[in-house]
């Protein structure tokens, strides 16, 4: 997969070198570029920002570098292409980024991330965008972060390793919260006895399909308690 991202903070994604991405980009599956919105800025002081139209609090981002940026990225796209990259922007005010959203996201070939600062950038960057890509603004939750830096780097960690190969154990990846809609179960290793906690019994069993059947109550009890919205009405 080819990820290109665009920032006023290029050494933000320095830590996409190490850790299980970074040897997925090591091994060629992940093709990521880091581009410096400022390298398209060409007055003095390469400035990215401006004073909103109409008045108002805080700065907005320029419109002519980000367009430059895109033309070098996404060359001679047209968003008619079903294969068109798909760019996102991460804003508080998008959809709301989910595991099936970053799994569909998984099998694209080719994603480009838009961090914006300041109180936003000008609209027609999205207009205009959305003409060569399939463009989608997305929100990792009802909170609000300074930029999109944190949210794509989380967005960034949740699609890479959905890509084959990424994670070693494909078994991990069907094992684990929101995969089944349900939390996960809580895990325990050695030693069976630790502070005077003891390891449930029915994990020592070796009862496979009763240890099945209480991780899965474990998970439908904990869902209930702790996010009953992720829960059919049914349940
Ligand atoms: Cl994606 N961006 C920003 N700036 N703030 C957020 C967010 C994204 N998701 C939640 N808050």
């Known amino acids: 997969m080819r990820l290109d991202i665009v920032t006023i903070f290029p050494e933000f994604f320095d830590v996409l070198d190490i850790s299980l991405l970074g040897k997925a980009r ?7 570029s880091v581009h410096n919105l400022r390298d398209f800025a060409h007055d003095r002081h390469r400035t990215v920002d401006d004073t909103p139209y109409g008045g108002g609090a805080g700065m907005v981002m320029k419109p002519e ?4 940026a895109f033309d070098q990225i996404l060359g001679e796209n ?3 292409d079903a294969s068109a990259p798909v760019v996102i922007f991460p804003s508080p005010a998008g959809e709301v980024f ?4 970053a799994r569909e996201l998984s099998h694209e070939s080719q ?5 914006g600062r300041y109180e936003g950038i000008d609209q027609r960057v999205f207009d205009d965008t959305a003409q060569r890509a399939r463009v989608k603004l997305v929100s990792l939750g009802d909170y609000v972060l300074n930029g999109g830096e944190v949210a ?8 890479g390793r959905l890509i084959p190969g990424v994670v070693g154990n494909p078994q991990s990846l069907v094992e684990e919260s929101h995969e089944d809609g ?14 005077g ?7 020592l069993s070796g009862n496979h399909g009763a240890i099945d059947r209480w991780r899965h109550e474990q998970q439908v009890e904990r869902t209930r308690r702790v996010r009953p919205d992720l829960l059919p009405d049914a349940e």
Not at 111 to 115: E, Q, R, S, T
């Open 26 to 32: 090591t091994n060629g599956l992940i093709n990521l």
């Open 65 to 68: 570098p980000w367009g430059e």
């Open 78 to 80: 047209t968003v008619d």
């Open 98 to 101: 989910t595991q099936a959203m």
């Open 111 to 115: 994603l480009v991330f838009g961090c």
């Open 152 to 159: 794509v780097m989380a967005m960034i960690e949740a699609i």
């Open 182 to 195: 349900l939390l996960e179960y809580p895990s325990y290793t050695k030693p069976a006895e630790w502070r």
């Open 197 to 203: 906690h003891r390891v449930p019994d029915i994990l």
